[in-house]
């Protein structure tokens, strides 16, 4: 290690961070060093992947503001891929960006042996608006500890070891949760996972009633039904109506929880504050992520009722991370719920995922050589094509045109609209247009 030579570049790189407006040299310098370093330090794999570099130009991203991002070329995107569900707020929303810079000019994180505030307001509010009778919250840095955390819960409480999820269901990527996560590329490579976990197909409830009465008859009974309200990784799949209702009545006949993950969904994404809403079901334990931060900080937690919770009590250390709850994601996620209900993110939601969902409808009727359909609810959005190079072929399009969406992370022929919910009509009628103009250029190839 040359001491002196890191102490340089260091500096230049946090002068960078300082810079509001790099000059060109800085820029290019800046993006030299970005391909190099996830050339040879990273992962060279991510610049194949990664459609900013598959294009003829490089772009790395600076700056963002509202549903905008902007490159070190100053090109600008309209984030219809909202950092899959981060930025239901928009990027930078001042309400969230002001309540981290106040906690930050007084205490960034937390003594971890005092009473922090923020957390025990936070867990307040997250009691008050979230679905049934869920009281007591456990908060995470991201949404695969939150899962691996109702997945424990689960087991504590009920003493049993089995779960079931579903097939194409994405729960993450640390041990337990992809332990739930339905996807073989994933999971295969890491066989043996944590046993106990079945899988069954999506949206069937009479499968999941089956599961849960065989499994109580040979004496291993479930623990826990893990699901996605609405699947968003594995392609953006709406549930028929009955399902939530009957799996919620199957796990209480079998004494099996219900954990929603709601790590997507969530805050309004889908065009009610929670997914469950829509079919008026509350779930015994429930995850959050991603939006929960404010598309600011990065939070996650899980929530259970008093009575699931009992177990956790007599030793709080039970279960603990360090980072977990700590002020700033606190007070960002604190602001992130003021917002939400402040300007009616839900509702929005609807109204606009509504009308993008019916256009896009009838633009995928005019192509179906290039796609298949349009499906989703609020602006949890999914495209589907024909193959995965015409969904690759379509997201490229809209990128060079401005339009950042990605691929579902299940197949390429799948393209998530999952933009900011404080996006605009117009931005919206923008996007579809630009969306005719890809598709009949895709068409026409
Ligand atoms: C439903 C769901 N659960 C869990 C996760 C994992 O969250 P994270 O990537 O923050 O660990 C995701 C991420 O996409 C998700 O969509």
């Not at 009691?127 to 949404?143: E, H, K």
């Not at 399902?243 to 219900?258: K, N, T």
């Not at 015994?284 to 899980?302: E, H, N, Q, R, S």
């Not at 050589?369 to 969904?391: C, M, N, T």
Request: hydrophobic residues 45%.
């Amino acid at each position: 290690m040359d001491r002196q030579a890191i102490i340089a570049r260091t500096q230049r790189i946090l002068d960078c961070i300082a810079t509001r407006e790099p000059d060109e040299a800085t820029r290019d310098w800046i993006i030299r060093e970005t391909v190099a370093g996830f050339r040879d330090h990273v992962n060279p794999g991510f610049l194949e992947y990664r459609k900013s570099v598959s294009t003829d130009y490089t772009a790395v991203e600076w700056t963002d503001g509202g549903t905008v991002f902007r490159d070190l070329q100053g090109r600008e995107f309209i984030d219809c891929l909202g950092g899959y569900g981060i930025y239901s707020l928009g990027h930078r929303h001042p309400k969230v960006v002001k309540a981290v810079r106040d906690q930050l000019a007084r205490q960034a994180l937390h003594s971890q042996e005092l009473l922090d505030p923020l957390r025990a307001l936070l867990a307040d509010v997250v009691a008050d608006i979230t679905p049934g009778d869920l009281q007591y919250t456990f908060f995470t840095n991201s949404g695969t500890e939150a899962v691996e955390g109702a997945l424990k819960l689960a087991r504590l409480y009920t003493g049993r070891k089995a779960f079931v999820a579903a097939a194409r269901a994405f729960h993450g990527k640390s041990m337990g949760s992809l332990s739930a996560t339905g996807k073989a590329a994933w999971r295969q490579p890491f066989l043996p996972l944590v046993p106990g976990f079945v899988h069954v197909p999506f949206g069937d409830a009479g499968v999941i009633e089956k599961v849960l009465a065989a499994a109580e008859a040979v004496g291993d009974p479930v623990a826990a039904v893990l699901l996605e309200p609405i699947q968003g990784e594995g392609g953006v799949h709406v549930p028929p109506d009955d399902y939530l209702p009957r799996v919620r009545e199957a796990c209480d006949r079998h004494g099996a929880l219900l954990i929603l993950d709601e790590v997507q969904t969530g805050l309004g994404r889908t065009g009610a504050l929670w997914a469950c809403d829509h079919w008026g079901v509350a779930p015994d334990i429930l995850t959050l992520g991603k939006a929960f931060g404010g598309g600011v900080m990065p939070i996650g937690a899980f929530v259970g009722t008093a009575e699931i919770w009992q177990p956790m009590i007599p030793n709080p250390m039970l279960h603990t991370s360090t980072f977990g709850g700590n002020p700033l994601a606190c007070a960002a996620a604190l602001a992130a719920v003021n917002v939400v209900l402040e300007e009616a993110l839900p509702e929005r939601a609807a109204e606009l995922g509504a009308f993008f969902l019916h256009e896009a409808r009838t633009l995928v009727a005019r192509y179906p050589r290039v796609a298949v359909e349009a499906r989703g609810k609020g602006l949890l959005i999914g495209l589907e094509f024909v193959s995965d190079a015409a969904g690759y072929a379509v997201a490229r399009g809209l990128f060079q045109r401005g339009v950042l969406v990605a691929g579902a992370t299940f197949n390429a022929k799948v393209i998530r609209v999952e933009p900011p919910l404080t996006i605009t009509r117009e931005e919206l009628e923008h996007v579809l247009e630009v969306l005719a103009e890809t598709l009949a250029e895709v068409n026409a190839a």
